[in-house]
């Protein structure tokens, strides 16, 4: 690996919105076609992959002297990067530490360490802010994070922890931790079961349907309340999770204990 990388093709969305932060857009040469933020960066840049596919062509068009890629569905298109010769950078965050683990990361490769200090000064900032209203709360709602509708998939670690910061209590934290997907796979039973107050629907890029929610058998029975949060927002672990989809989860929790 480079010690630093002048040309950096990213294929998941956070690396991008921390490189951008940190000064070194200059730097990134493509993006996933995944990535939202910053809003800049889908005009600026060439998209070179989706999230678990890529055409190793077009990354080797924009010539990257990096490839940084993140979880184990990325996995396999860093490996044919590698084959390809070309020097790669795997990231594997699963927590609020880990979102700063990366931060920094990224910053010493870029040589910006004093930027990568700030930007993680603000995160502390940010989640002492969320702590400090969630203390205020006069209880805790039962919160069930919602990844996927079909089958259900319950939320992740970062997620997990967003809602426990913001006052809520995450009733499938004990499946947070769970590396793949597929693990945190959950019944309705298992949802009712669990009788959450707030129902928290990020639908992994896809619209959040409530109505489709209530139409499940016994779910409107709950009374729960139902909110969408941008999964744009919240599903990639990176400054975008903390700083805007941690906000919505606040305001969601506010409005089922204060209502």
Known sequence: ??????????????????????????????????????????????????????KLERILAVMPDLVIGFSDLQKPLLAECDAAGLPTLWFDQRDIAGIHAMVRRLAALVQKEAQGEAICAGLVTQELRLAEAAAALPRRPRVFFEEWDEPLICGIGWVSEIIQLCGGHDVFADRARAGFAKQRIVSHEEVLAREPQLILGSWCGKKFVPEKVLARPGFAALGANLTEIKSADILAPGLAALERGAPQVLAAIQSTVLQ
């Open 1 to 54: 690996m480079p010690v630093s990388p002048r040309r950096i093709a990213c294929l998941s969305t956070e690396a991008v919105e921390v490189l951008y932060r940190l000064g070194a857009q200059d730097r990134v040469v493509g993006i996933s076609g995944y990535s939202v933020h910053p809003p800049e960066a889908r005009t600026e840049k060439p998209k070179i992959s989706g999230f678990s596919s890529m």
